[in-house]
């Protein structure tokens, strides 16, 4: 049994959806048939259920790469081969608004800390997803009439601390910022497991940090809607 999912094999399984909010991952487990709670050891909350007849685990990794890194490797170590990030981000974009999905193509990151403990230093390693679960991602996406758009982000290590990287960022065809995508598609490709990300934009920072963010029952309407859409996704991969 790992150290903070409290779960025994055949509770996780093989196709993932990650989140940064436990109440989220209640949220995206009422979507799921025959629904039960896995772990909720640390206030990472997981359940297991079913969605259109295929077994899906739904787990919460926290916020930043640090924390999501814990529980992709639990996950990972008891059996899940599928992980997709269903989160938030800001976007870097003055004409990308609030309600919109990023559906990342890669994710930069800043060199040291946690990568450089798993990269070694000097090591710039491409954090790219899964390209079967990016183009299901793309095909649902599509299927679904939901306004996306395909592109590089930013994964941030401190929320608070930066302006002016994003904007800069931005001004350079990054996208978003969030702050745990590089750290999952990095060990999806150390671990051999497929990854992929669905993003949904609360806010612009070209507006500044105070301007218009999207939360409470608005953001959990959108959700809703993302959430089948990569719940259908994930079914889909093989």
């Known amino acids: 049994m790992p ?29 799921l048939k025959d629904s039960r709670i896995i772990n909720e050891n640390r206030g990472f909350l997981a359940y297991t259920g ?9 787990a919460t990794h926290g916020i930043g790469a640090p924390s999501a890194a814990i529980v992709i490797e639990e ?29 990342p193509s890669g994710a930069g990151y800043n060199a040291g800390g946690i990568y450089a403990q798993y990269l070694g230093s ?6 790219v997803p899964n390209h079967e679960v990016l183009l299901k991602l793309i095909s649902s996406f599509t299927n679904s ?8 982000i930013y994964s941030s290590d401190a929320f608070y601390a ?10 350079r065809g990054v996208i978003g910022v969030e702050m745990e995508c590089a750290i999952l598609f990095l060990l999806g490709l150390i671990r051999g497991i ?10 612009k920072l070209t507006e500044g940090r105070f301007g218009r963010f999207l939360e409470g029952r608005e953001l959990e309407l959108i ?16």
């Open 223 to 238: 959700i809703n809607k993302v959430g089948a859409v990569v719940l259908n996704a994930l079914s889909e991969v093989t």
């Open 122 to 127: 000097g090591v710039i390693y491409p954090a």
């Open 162 to 171: 930066e302006e002016d990287l994003p904007r800069m960022l931005g001004s």
């Open 145 to 152: 009439g939901l306004n996306f758009i395909i592109g590089a």
């Open 50 to 58: 079913s969605y259109n007849g295929v077994e899906i685990t739904i």
């Open 194 to 203: 497929k990854t992929g990300a669905a993003l949904v934009v609360t806010n």
């Open 3 to 31: 150290i903070h999912l409290k779960v025994s094999k055949g509770d996780v399984s093989e196709r993932v959806i990650v989140v940064g909010d436990p109440a989220r991952a209640r949220q995206l487990a009422g979507m």
């Open 75 to 103: 996950l990972v170590s008891m059996g899940a081969r599928v992980i997709v990030r269903l989160g938030t981000a800001a976007a870097l974009r003055n004409d990308i608004e609030p309600g919109t999905v990023l559906i």
